[in-house]
């Protein structure tokens, strides 16, 4: 079975710029999650979709951050425009519709100068 | 916040028993107590979870207390592949939201 893919790995940008990260979740999981880890830190979710619709976007900064997930499937988050405190690993995560367990992606660091 | 509190770090020799505790002495009636892994570089990696009952798969133990303030993490015959930040959760099942605290790092030493 293939896990949960995230593009791209690494991704380097200045501040003020703007930059979206790609999930593929494990096929057949309804639930989507999309955390942000700051190094030294546990991971921090940042919305959940249930098939297409958000459950929870409580954390997400939405004055800059941006989310959908399409068709119930893909997703794309988006950082508009960056800032330096956005440098972290973000993480990707999806599960069965209701399931107890998650299954991560390798996530997407990012670095903004 | 995390509503769980565990040591920072911990090392367990190659082929012991490890043994990680977690304080949660607030958990509710409806909580569950979850169990992730972080490798280094890779996303966390669920290990197992619980709500009153010990559990154990082929990963790991799960003991609660019986007053279910606290519980600890058994990995059997830990290898220098079980080398990994632990994080302990208390949640509502099935979709409840997961809020990771900093975990224990535990290396495990030939």
């Known amino acids: 079975e293939a896990g949960v893919a995230q593009s791209p790995r690494y991704k380097i940008i200045e501040k003020r710029q703007s930059v979206a990260f790609w999930c593929n979740p494990i096929?057949?999981?309804?639930?989507l999650y999309w955390y942000q880890q700051i190094l030294g830190q546990g991971p921090k979710l940042l919305i959940q979709f249930q098939n297409n619709g958000v459950v929870d976007d409580s954390q997400l900064p939405k004055d800059r951050f941006s989310a959908e997930r399409l068709k119930g499937v893909d997703s794309t988050l988006k950082i508009q425009p960056a800032k330096l405190e956005d440098s972290a690993v973000y993480l990707c995560?999806?599960?069965?519709?209701?399931?107890?367990?998650?299954?991560f992606g390798p996530g997407t660091r990012l670095t903004v100068t | 916040d995390a509503k769980t509190t565990q040591p920072p770090s911990m090392d367990c020799a190659e082929g012991r028993a490890a043994n990680l505790p977690c304080n949660h002495s607030t958990i509710s009636g409806n909580e569950y107590v979850y169990w992730y892994r972080q490798i280094h570089s890779q996303g966390p990696q669920y290990i197992i979870h619980?709500?009153?009952n010990n559990e154990t798969n082929e990963m790991a133990s799960l003991i609660i207390t019986e007053d279910r303030k606290s519980s600890t993490l058994i990995l059997p015959h830990a290898t220098l592949r079980d080398t990994a930040v632990y994080y302990c959760i208390v949640a509502y099942n099935q979709g409840g939201k997961l809020i990771f605290g900093q975990g224990t790092e535990l290396s495990v030493k030939p």
């Open positions: 619980g709500l009153k």
């Open positions: 096929s057949g999981h309804a639930t």
């Open positions: 995560a999806s599960s069965l519709r209701g399931a107890d367990e998650q299954y």
